[in-house]
């Protein structure tokens, strides 16, 4: 049987590289930069898959150019470079990564929480650097336990960051688009965003990148933030407004941020962020173990075959579009 023809934008796992490589033909680019977007529209011209990353945008102008395109899959649960609308007008099926990151990423975030608390990074670069002569001149923390966390976001990843927040004693009120019908089960207020701002002693931001959500954590919501606050960004780097997070941390209107996420990303070694004391980051790495990241190459992998295949995607963004009459 004829392979089907497949774009990869990255090398993926080895052993979801090989379940895709059993059906199709594959184009990898395998650069550490984006893909050229002029190789990549030439690539696709004939593919009928894709098997896109976060650093490619799939938008209007590039589904144009993939005539025979069935369906694109990333090894991601966020799809903030997917234009889902003109996948969906064009029939194409998108399937990303749910569930399989949701612990790992928490972890992530939390391990941030925890570690500016405690200042692990600056008490690490105090012992190296021969500085532990007593203990009067040790970095001090802040106590978790008593205090409240503010969840922007409370999804599948912030539920599981407020189970580990709970365990720690923390008083846990959160922002959603909606209020979550489970929330006395996780011991979480419902408040609304200002108010999040206000009373937060943490926060943690797990709001998935979108129009609405760009942006959202500018010079107005620092202001409102308490002086000891800590912010921490494990979802996208847009959603805040750097310029107004270094003022912020630099003007000490807000006590220290942590950050897995940028703009832009990667960081370059020279941005202002990283001149300054009260910070702590971390190259994007929530769901990036070895466990996780081979779970989401498969899932990745399954919906891409899926799609191919012409059949429904195990977990598809767009679920309501139409396959062309017959195909299935
Ligand atoms: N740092 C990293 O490596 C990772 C980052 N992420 C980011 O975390 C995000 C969340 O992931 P999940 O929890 O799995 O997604 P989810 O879809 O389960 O949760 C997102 C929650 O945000 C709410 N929401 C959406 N737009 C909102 C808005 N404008 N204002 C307030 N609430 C809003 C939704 O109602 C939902 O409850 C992803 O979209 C991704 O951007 C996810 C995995 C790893
Ligand atoms: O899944 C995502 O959205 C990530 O950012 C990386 O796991």
């Known amino acids: 049987m004829a392979k089907y023809k497949v774009v990869l934008t990255k090398e993926t796992w080895p052993a979801a590289m090989e379940r895709i490589e059993q059906h199709c033909e594959v184009k990898v680019w395998k650069e550490a930069e984006p893909i050229p977007r002029t190789l990549l529209l030439e690539w696709l011209k004939d593919a009928e898959g894709l098997f896109s990353t976060g650093d490619v945008k799939v938008d209007e102008d ?29 029939g194409i099926p998108f399937g990303n990564t749910p569930g399989v990151l949701v612990e790992t990423t928490a972890d992530l975030a939390f391990a941030l929480l925890l570690g500016a608390a405690r200042r692990i990074h600056e008490c690490w670069d105090f012992v190296k650097s021969g500085k532990w002569e007593s203990t009067n001149n040790i970095p001090f923390g802040v106590d978790l336990y008593g205090k409240t966390l503010g969840i922007v976001g409370m999804g599948d990843i912030g539920c599981a960051v407020a189970r580990r927040a709970k365990a720690c004693g923390l008083n846990i009120i959160y922002y959603n688009r909606t209020r979550r019908m ?128 012409r059949q429904a995607l195990p977990t598809c963004v767009n679920p309501t579009v139409n396959y062309p009459q017959g195909a299935l």
């Open 62 to 90: 590039l589904l144009a150019n993939a005539h025979q395109l069935r369906v694109v899959a990333q090894s991601s649960v966020g799809y903030d470079n997917i234009d889902i609308d003109a996948c969906t007008r064009r």
């Open 182 to 309: 489970d929330d006395q089960l996780l011991e979480a207020r419902y408040v609304d965003f200002r108010d999040l701002l206000q009373e937060s002693d943490f926060i943690i931001t797990l709001v998935p990148l979108s129009n609405q959500s760009r942006g959202m954590f500018g010079a107005k919501e620092f202001a409102q933030m308490k002086p000891s606050a800590y912010f921490i960004n494990a979802a996208r780097g847009s959603i805040v407004n750097t310029e107004a997070l270094y003022e912020a941390l630099k003007s000490k209107q807000i006590a220290y941020a942590a950050l897995d996420v940028t703009d832009p990303e990667p960081l370059a070694g020279d941005n202002p962020l990283l001149s300054l004391p009260n910070i702590l980051i971390t190259p994007h790495i929530g769901s990036a173990t070895y466990e996780t990241r081979n779970r989401m190459a498969h899932l990745a992998a399954d919906n891409l075959l899926a799609g191919l295949g």
